[in-house]
């Protein structure tokens, strides 16, 4: 079974830094687009930033210049290294990714179990 597993959630005054890690295992042939989603309370989940395999990024326009999303393919982890932390970026951060779990098939989508960010002062 593959597993996603999220860390590096907390509490953080604005203005404030973190950076949430997410290590993907199991059985793992290969591992497409990684990502990270939120969902705040009374909202809908929604895409934060995505980056491929070959490293090409987006962000959502709420976190351009302020968030930053990277991977280590050879650990099978995704960052998002979030700066100038607001209040409204507080919510629930999940990380999820598309993986082949063999050499034939399709890619599947995986989520992790969510972490908490909460940005108060």
């Known amino acids: 079974q593959v597993q996603l597993v999220e860390s590096g959630g907390g509490l953080v005054q604005p203005g404030g830094s973190l950076r949430l890690s997410c290590a993907a295992s199991?059985?793992?042939?290969?591992?497409?687009?990684m990502g990270w989603y939120r969902q705040a309370p009374g909202m809908q989940r929604e895409l934060v930033a995505f980056?491929?395999?070959?490293?090409?990024?987006n962000y959502a326009d709420s976190v351009k210049g302020r968030f930053t999303i990277s991977r280590d393919n050879a650990k099978k982890t995704v960052y998002l290294q979030m700066n100038s932390l607001k209040p409204e970026d507080t919510a629930v951060y999940y990380c999820?990714?598309?993986?082949?779990?063999?050499?034939?098939?399709?890619?599947?989508?995986?989520w992790g179990q969510g972490t908490q960010v909460t940005v108060s002062s």
């Open positions: 199991g059985r793992i042939f290969i591992i497409n687009t």
């Open positions: 980056i491929t395999k070959g490293g090409t990024s």
């Open positions: 999820n990714s598309d993986i082949r779990v063999s050499a034939i098939g399709s890619y599947s989508d995986y």
